[in-house]
Nanobody, 123 residues
Framework: QVQLVESGGGLVQAGGSLRLSCAAS?????????MGWFRQAPGKEREFVAR???????YYADSVKGRFTISRDNAKNTVYLQMNSLKPEDTAVYYC????????????????WGQGTQVTVSS
């Protein structure tokens, strides 16, 4: 198992940017994990946002494609989510998740989750 801690959330105006970070720790090999970002807005189910696979491929939800960029630094055991052109509908708690040797977007396949960080976009 890997432990995950997110940071970087906050309040931003529509059109602004935020960068989320997720630091991983644990007696495991970070590079063997697909790292994903998910989000959950009030009253809604948790939804996939982006993932950076252990094979170095990326994939995005249609709602964020072209605005968000996921990246990772295996030397620092950290994954990032750069969010640009933010919209009020991006408001949610953002969660980092890890899945070993998995390439996909199903939340139930991600065995490790962070505590979440709040992102609020004002109009």
């Amino acid at each position: 198992q890997v432990q995950l801690v997110e940071s970087g959330g906050g309040l931003v105006q529509a059109g602004g940017s935020l960068r989320l970070s997720c630091a991983a720790s644990g007696r495991t090999t970070f590079s063997s994990y697909t790292m994903g970002w998910f989000r959950q807005a009030p009253g809604k189910e948790r939804e996939f946002v982006a993932r950076f696979s252990w094979t170095a491929t990326t994939y995005y939800a249609d709602s964020v494609k072209g605005r968000f960029t996921i990246s990772r630094d295996n030397a620092k055991n950290t994954v990032y989510l750069q969010m640009n052109s933010l919209k009020p509908e991006d408001t949610a708690v953002y969660y980092c998740a890890a899945a070993r040797y998995y390439i996909g977007t199903e939340p139930h396949r991600f065995g490790s989750w962070g505590q979440g960080t709040q992102v609020t976009v004002s109009s």
